[in-house]
């Protein structure tokens, strides 16, 4: 016991002064180069740029202002994100590691896996609480401006034989969206809750389902979406139905014939509803 005692400072003062170099001469900038280029080689079309990393504890690194970029576009930025390994994967085939991070004042955070002999990566994450109105990928992606608060879940899967997968289940609370063209009189349509479940298979989007529980009307949409670059020449092919409150439909009054849409084209069910076109220039049906 005597001797435990006597070895155990020295020992505790080894601890903390290797924690003290590896954290402060910790090769911030050669971790930082071998990240960005690794990632930007393994994913043409997708760059990622980075402030800073540091070393934590457990196992793993922080990365600083993380920038995700599709060719010179940006797509999503984080204040900060930190990832620790499965330590007894590092001596496998495939390494598991779970990742936290701040964007947009909400948490993204999940789990993964990928191969170190081939670009095969498995994630599963969480969001919750992201102001999407700060993502100007999205603002840029559907031409219009949408804000509210964004909490869901996603799978995401790169294999050799099957591409990129991947799916989503969202929601969207308390927002606005801006119309590309006014419906009902509406310029922007202010929303309670945005349920969405997408899926994407390399450049097709299908949206399985989407229903909006809005302040003037209800509405569900499905449908898909074939992504083109630039995004604005992305075709639509939507349908599904409007529901317009009683009190919003009692608001317009005649104004209804001054729309072409009599009170008694809204049944029960709603008005069906189809939208072809492009993003920049939607078509807009109603049956």
């Not at 389902?209 to 449908?223: E, F, L, T």
């Amino acid at each position: 016991m005597s001797n435990t005692r006597k070895w155990l400072p020295y020992f505790l003062f080894i601890i903390g002064v290797t924690a003290f170099f590896i954290y402060y001469l910790f090769p911030s900038d050669k971790i930082k180069t071998y990240i960005t280029v690794h990632f930007n080689k393994t994913y043409p079309g997708i760059n990622i740029a980075l402030d800073h990393v540091k070393p934590t504890f457990p196992p793993g690194l922080r990365l600083y202002n993380v920038n995700f970029y599709h060719t010179h576009d940006p797509l999503f930025r984080m204040e900060q994100i930190k990832i620790s390994p499965g330590l007894l994967s590092l001596f496998g085939s495939k390494i598991n590691f779970s990742f936290k991070g701040s964007a947009y004042t909400g948490i993204l955070e999940g789990k993964g896996e990928f191969t170190k002999s081939t670009p095969e990566v498995m994630i599963d994450g969480t969001l919750s609480g992201i102001r999407i109105k700060e993502i100007s990928a999205i603002k840029d992606f559907i031409g219009r401006n949408i804000s509210g608060v964004l909490d869901g879940n996603f799978t995401y899967r790169n294999k050799k034989e099957s591409g990129n997968n991947l799916k989503a289940q969202l929601i969207i609370s308390n927002g606005q969206l801006e119309l590309v063209t006014p419906l009902l009189q509406l310029e922007s349509l202010a929303f309670k809750k945005i349920t969405a479940e997408l899926a994407m298979k390399n450049m097709n989007l299908n949206i399985k389902k989407c229903i909006i529980n809005g302040d003037q009307m209800d509405g569900s949409i499905s449908g898909s979406v074939t992504l083109k670059n630039p995004p604005g020449q992305s075709y639509l092919k939507l349908s599904g139905t409007i529901k317009p409150h009683p009190l919003f439909l009692e608001k317009l009054g005649n104004d209804l014939q001054a729309n072409l849409l009599p009170k008694k084209i809204f049944g029960k069910n709603g008005v069906h509803i189809r939208i072809y076109g492009t993003l920049d220039t939607p078509r807009l049906f109603l049956n």
